[in-house]
Each structure stands twice: as C-alpha cells, then as structure tokens.
C-alpha cells in the first residue's frame, strides 16, 4: 500500500489500529472459504461509527476499496479481499450498549459474536434463538448481512426476524437509524430489511437493535435412524403433528462417518443407517415425542432412535450434527447450500444425487442440512490425490445442471451462506434479469462510487 494511504488510515485509527504485516493480512483478508485468493492492502479496526464514517468518506474520496469483515465464518467469500481492498474489521467493535427490559431488545455494536449474545441474553433469563455451529466466532454484523439462519429456524425464523432496529453506514458516508427498535412502525419503505441479507455491498452494518424473546423449557434432544429419504417428510409430519419442533436437521451415514472420525463422538446406536435426522424440542413435550416416535417405527419410517437423558448427551448429539462442517473441511469440499421448498426436498435430493454421482462417480458427496426449513448442503469432497485446482474444475462444469435442476423447481441457489464470490456468477439462476437490474440500482443509490465490497453478489 502506498504510504500517503497508509498515514491517512493511521490518521483515522491511530498506527495500532492499522496493520499490514503478512500474516495479518492473510488472517483478516479471508473468511472459511479457501477458493479465493487473499491479497487485501490493509486491514482496520474501527471502534466507533464515527471512524466508519471517515474511513468510508477517505474511500469515497480517493477511489478505495472498502470490505467488511466480522468472525470470518462466511462460506461464500462474501468477506475476501483479493484485490488490494482495504478491510474493515468489526473486531475492536464488539460492546453490548444498551439493554432495556420492557422492550426486551439489546442494543449491540456490529461486532459482538453470537455467542456472547446468546450469554448476555441467558443471564437476563432471555433467549437469541438464532444459533448454528459457528456462534462462538461469528459477529452479529456478519450475521445480519447474511440473513444467517442456522438449526432452529423452523421454531424461531432467521436473523432478519430478531433485527428491532439498525444503525448502518452506507457507502456515501452517511448514518441512517433504521426502525428505532419500534414493533410498528407504518411510515413507508423499511430500509432496515434492505440491509438484512445485503451482503455489506450496500454499506456497513454498524450497531443493531436486537429482539430476545423467553427462555424456553429445556430441550430434549433425538437422533433417528431413517433409509429411506423419501420417508422423511412423513417422519417430520409425525413428530410435526404432535408436539412443536425446534429443529429437525439431518445428515448421511457418510457426514457422520466424517464427525466420528475427526470428533471425540460415538455413533447415536450400533446400526448405520443411510440417514439421520436430528430432532429437538422442549422437555414438556417428551412424552408426546416418545408417542410420534413409536408410530414413526411401526410405519416403517425409522428403524431406530435415541433420546438425550442430560444436557451433556443432547451436546454429544448435536456434535453428530454440527461437528459436519469442521469435520469435512480437510477435504477441500466444494459447497453448495440450496433451497427449495419443503415438500419438494425428497426428489430434489434425488434428481441432484443421481446427477452428482452419475458426472463424479470417485467423488464422495457429503449431504446434510435443515430439512425442517427445505435447506440442503451438499459438499462434494476432494479425492485425496487430485489437485485443487482440478477439483474445482470439475466441480464447476456441473454447476450449471445443478443450478437449472434448482431453478426448475423455483429453489434457490443459496438458502442462507449468500452469494459472495462464490455463487455471484450464476445469480441469474434464482433471481431474474429486472430483479437484478434493480439490484445494481439500489448499490448505486447507497453507494455511488462503489466502495464497499464491490464485486461481490453483483458481477462488478
Ligand atoms: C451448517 O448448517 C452450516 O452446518 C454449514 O450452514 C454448512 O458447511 C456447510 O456446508
Ligand atoms: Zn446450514
């Protein structure tokens, strides 16, 4: 980086919020995605609004580059810089501000992780039920502009539902107040919702005003055998029909052969099955679950089934589940996070798998996902001996199929991980040519000169 910026940026956040070594920019210019190339000119640690301001003013002014950055935990690229960008990291912003009990909403700054929010509610007897296996290091800012769903949106929705109130910095330098946290609020459009999901290419997300709701029962925690996947919207309709869920995931025999041997984990019983699927609710509604589970096993749906006695056990059983992501990552797995709605799931996994294996029958294909809420992952893995680059190749000549197959059926190409880098180039696939079109207008109504994460969703 030149150094009349470098002093500029120093100006803003004094030389120790400034850093440039190699191994800083490696760690902050990337998030869990390892596909993109990692190259940012400087990242910078803002710790109030106001130093947002400057920074994205200086931007504006002299033609820089801007990307946010929060726990890193992206899986799209949403997060990388590649080109020389200046990262903006919410790390040194991460204080809870304010927290009013009638309201029961807390004020947080951008930085804040998941998992300190999920603490700060509990000691007040309250409840973030947004929640997913990276909450102990992702950042409610990254969150929010990610719309990040998780494990439990079938009970309590995504992120977006939980957002009282927003304070952001759109690419112009300017601070709107979204929605003062109010529960009514009829007076036009709601710009708050444009930066939900906006994948920080309309401006940053700086403070948020955040809805806690009470603590429910404890939870009580069920892995069930299931070899059919067909069966397995019968089996979600059984429990559904007695008791209220609040999460119902699953996963392969494959993604758990991959947790037991990368995790201190034992298999849920002796017997493998093709699937699992992983259910939870609360502690009152056990018997009722017991009575769904017994009729699910007679029906020939389930073949066999356990139940958590501790709260220690229903972790152990949620480790089976969100232990996948780390667990695969070794091998270099090329993701895909998609959507459809609920009652296609069956045969949309059908058509994908056949296609999958039929163009890489020596690749393994990982398959897990929130069922509850039609949210399918699908990592196809790297054969130890092959290249990279090569995998990737591959990968990507199926892509178009896959993406046709999705679009057929009105799904999504992303459900909740956001488009990024990664899926930027087949947006067309889920969003028609006048949604787009409206897109690339609204980034320029918020940010003109292009600053923030440009080239990102948007081909730039
Ligand atoms: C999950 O559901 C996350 O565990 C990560 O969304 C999914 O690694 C993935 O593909
Ligand atoms: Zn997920």
Redesign the pocket.
Known sequence: MRRGMQRALEEIFTPARVRTAPEDLATWGGDWTRAFKVAPGAIVFPRSIDEVVEVTRLANTRGLHLVPSGGRTG?SGGAVASNGEIVVSFDRMNRMLDFNAADRVVRCEAGVVTQALQEYAAARNLFYPVD??SSGSSQIGGNISTNAG??KVIRYGLTRDWVAGLTVVTGAGDVLECNNALVKNATGYDLRHLFIGAEGTLGFVVQADIRLLTAPAPARVMVLAIDRFADILDVLQCFRDALTLSAFEFFSELALTKVLSHREVSRPFARAANFYALIEFDADDEEAALGAFERAVERGWVGDGVISRSDAQARALWTLR?G??ESIAPYTPY?N?IAVRVSDVPAFLEDIDRLVSAHYPDFEVCWF??IGDGNL?L?ILKPENLASDAFYERCHRISPALFEAIGNRGGSISA??GVGLLKRDFLHYSRSPQEIALMRQLKAVFDPNGVINPGKLLVH
């Open positions: 899986l997913f296996a998780g494990i969100d996948i992501t993701k996070d996902g929130h992952h990592n909740e991980h």
